[in-house]
């Protein structure tokens, strides 16, 4: 059996829209959203009748028929930490998303205006492997400091995807593998799969691991906190340092892997420095994830936007290539992912998690 699919993935200033039959791409649609039509609105659960009527008024406009859909899936947001998987928007999970219980964030929309559709043309809704997602086990939540556990926030339902989509290539069960899998994006996040469970990752928000092209990665802490109690800058000022202006943004005024290495293949030498110490980290963070899987990794695989980039590639396979093999996919297809978490659920080839 063949299922239509409507795919909902919200951004703050953007709702991206695919029709899928089965895992065929039939449609899709960035509706983009001025800061003006915003405005009007002081928190983000307060858009879904907004957004819900640009979905629906672009979808007649495709002369597509929503009651010929069979499902509804949305992006996930800031939820209470949970497993991977795929789950039922049920009215506590919508309950969470409506009250941000981990923060406001234009991801929160996704479930609810899945549910909202889904419940007009009486088909099931779902959202999938969210930022969220928290496989760690026990003594990867240890900071050091009890006050201060490690989260887990990271780019979960690409990172998800990209070792189901190895796993399913090579012939195997995503289940049988240890995989660590590098997400190099806006953010970085590196994750240790054990036996289908990211369970050990760097937070890739605001927390530690590599500098990204807008993150600042794990900075030293003490210098960190001298600066926070400086009295030159405000928190809020001190987060945008970590989160948004830090990173590549802070070395060169771009947060385009592109500029970077265009600045680098000009002899830049500045930019090189920025280019080698960026390799350097993702690097540590790879060896650092092959010790909890205590050596054991199957592969290890590269997603995310930067690793179209060849040279990022050749260079992180270089330092790395001793611990396993790399596979590469390039760029993220987060729509499909989570088409492909729906029809998983429909075929019966995944049980629905219970939030």
């Known amino acids: 059996m063949s299922y239509k699919i409507l795919v909902i993935n919200p951004g703050s200033t953007s709702t991206k829209i695919g029709v899928f039959e089965d895992e065929t791409l039939l449609f899709e649609e960035t509706l983009r959203h001025t800061t003006e039509e915003l405005a009007g609105y002081n ?11 640009v979905i629906l008024d672009v979808l007649a406009e495709k002369n597509f028929d929503i009651n010929t859909l069979d499902v509804c899936v949305g992006r996930g947001g800031m939820l209470k930490p949970i497993p991977g998987g795929t789950y039922p928007v049920s009215d506590e999970l919508l309950e969470d998303l409506k009250i941000g219980v981990q923060g406001q964030h234009a991801s929160n929309l996704g479930g609810i205006l899945a549910k909202e559709i889904g419940d007009q ?6 959202i999938a492997d969210p930022t969220v997602v928290d496989e760690l086990m026990p003594s990867s939540r240890l900071s050091g400091m009890p006050d201060i556990p490690r989260r887990s926030v990271f780019h979960a339902l690409n990172q998800k995807a990209v070792a189901r989509r190895y796993a399913k290539e090579t012939g195997k069960k995503y289940e049988e593998l240890n995989l660590i899998v590098v997400h190099m994006g806006g953010g970085v996040s590196v994750g240790a799969h054990l036996k289908g469970k990211v369970v050990d990752v760097y937070n ?40 948004g202006n830090g990173g590549f943004n802070a070395y060169i005024g771009s947060n385009d892997a592109r500029d970077l290495e265009k600045m680098v293949n000009e002899g830049d030498e500045h930019a090189k420095l920025v280019q080698d110490a960026f390799y350097q980290q993702v690097a540590k963070d ?9 050596g054991e990794v199957d592969q290890i695989i590269l997603t995310g936007g930067i690793s179209y980039s060849k040279h990022t590639c050749e260079e992180l396979e270089k330092r790395a290539g001793f611990i396993a093999p790399f596979t590469i996919y390039p760029g993220e297809d987060e729509l499909l992912a989570l088409a492909q978490s729906a029809i998983r659920v429909m075929n019966g080839e995944e049980e629905p998690k219970q939030y």
């Open 121 to 126: 043309v009486g088909v099931p809704s779902f």
């Open 286 to 294: 790879i060896g650092a994830m092959a010790t909890v899987l205590r």
């Open 43 to 53: 928190l983000i659960v307060e858009q879904k009748d907004f957004r819900r009527k």
């Open 204 to 243: 890739a928000l605001d927390g530690d691991g590599a500098f990204s092209p807008e993150r600042a990665g794990g900075v030293p802490t003490g210098d960190l906190v001298k600066m926070c109690f400086s009295g030159e800058y405000t928190q809020q000022e001190v987060m945008k340092k970590i989160l």
